[in-house]
């Protein structure tokens, strides 16, 4: 008689288990991976997660991971958003967590591009930073006019 209740008690003791997993490859491969502000390795990286949500993601080379006369990239930053399965809302998750006798897997897989850094070509460069001078002197020069200030007056120390 009570060996009833225990075998009435039995399933509840079949925990099931959900593994979350994030997924983070990136073009080119051997990027650093930041997640949440936690570096997490390098991509491909497989990352496991407790918890539904919004996640900060940041990828980035070091100067040291790239090869010799491999271009720059840039760094790419993006808030991804785990979306939870219809299995893990409420009160759904009681029944997948508690009663489930096997292990569900959930993962989650993000692709990011780095794209190289374009060099700029230096003549371009010269001659647009001499107009944005010359710009700037003329609206000085218009400034110190429109306030009866003499071309050469400097401006106050504070």
Known sequence: MRTL??????????FGCIERTMQIRSEPPGAAVCVDGEEVGKTPVDVP????GKREVYL??????????APTFFTHREIV?????LYAIFPIDFFTDALCPFTI???KTFNFTLKPVERPDMKE????????AERFRAILAEEKAKHGLPPS??????
């Open 105 to 107: 897997r959930d993962t």
């Open 125 to 132: 460069f010269e001659a647009r930073a001499t107009q944005a």
């Open 49 to 52: 997660f407790n918890s539904y």
């Open 60 to 69: 980035y080379f070091r100067k040291e991971d790239r090869p010799p006369g």
């Open 153 to 158: 007056a400097q401006p106050a120390q504070h």
């Open 5 to 14: 209740p225990i075998l009435a008690l039995a399933p509840l003791l079949c």
């Open 81 to 85: 958003n785990l979306e939870p399965p």
